[in-house]
């Protein structure tokens, strides 16, 4: 069974720092994984996704997660955080032989502090 | 306009109501998905739907039921509403499989049910 354990359920940064969320994954198999944001009072959206292709994957807004095999990492990084990144973000794993089902963690608030 | 709609969007019900989610999409995918979010648990998948004629359980089944009514409608049942089913449901679609490998997730915006 595939899972991900997200570090931190709230991380507080000033504006201008480094953004850090943690993500660790377990899969038997190769895993695709993915970030996603959710803003007050919306849907989720994409932020960036792992599947093989690179390891450093960049998203949107300046944000970006390498994936480490070795530490069963996708840490999401974004070197300047801005007011409007203030929002909860998820890791999802999904494996390549159960379709594209989802597998979240349990989210962290990102709080952006002046 | 949205690609992926969900209504209604806020819904406060009684014990023991039947009480029907929909969704409709516009993106023309194949696969449709219901994931219920409560706080600090994340999302967690209710069923999903990968045509018309594939229907599947999730992690979370239990007192819900679906309906495919077409390629872009896939609606959730509770047959008999109960406070603990009291969360945030949200609706996703996703094309499969493309040339870079899995496709994501679209969201709807999600609907907030209550139950007393």
């Known amino acids: 069974a595939q899972s991900v354990t997200q570090l931190g359920s709230h991380v507080s940064v000033s504006e201008g720092a480094l953004v850090l969320l943690r993500c660790n994954y377990s899969?038997?198999?190769?895993?695709?994984l993915f970030w996603y944001v959710q803003y007050p009072n919306q849907g989720l959206q994409l932020l960036l996704k792992y599947t093989s292709a690179a390891t450093l994957v960049k998203g949107i807004n300046g944000f970006e997660a390498e994936f480490k095999k070795s530490e069963t990492s996708f840490h999401l990084t974004k070197p300047s955080a801005h007011m409007s990144d203030a929002a909860e973000y998820f890791c999802a794993v999904s494996d390549r032989g159960g379709g594209n089902k989802l597998t979240f963690g349990t989210g962290t608030q990102l709080k952006v502090e002046l | 306009d949205a690609d992926v709609t969900q209504t209604p969007r806020n819904r406060i019900t009684k014990t023991g109501k039947r009480i029907m989610l929909e969704c409709s999409q516009t993106k023309g995918h194949d696969r449709m998905y219901w994931y219920r979010q409560d706080p600090g648990l994340g999302l967690r998948l209710i069923y999903y739907?990968?045509?018309?004629?594939d229907i599947n359980k999730g992690e979370i089944s239990d007192g819900y039921s679906v309906s495919r009514q077409a390629q872009a409608k896939f609606s959730l049942s509770l047959e008999s509403a109960i406070p603990n089913q009291t969360a945030l449901y949200f609706c996703?679609?996703?094309?499969?499989w493309g040339s870079g490998g899995l496709n994501e997730q679209f969201f709807g915006p999600g609907t907030r049910l209550t139950v007393l």
């Open positions: 739907s990968f045509d018309v004629k």
């Open positions: 899969s038997s198999v190769p895993p695709y």
């Open positions: 996703a679609t996703s094309a499969g």
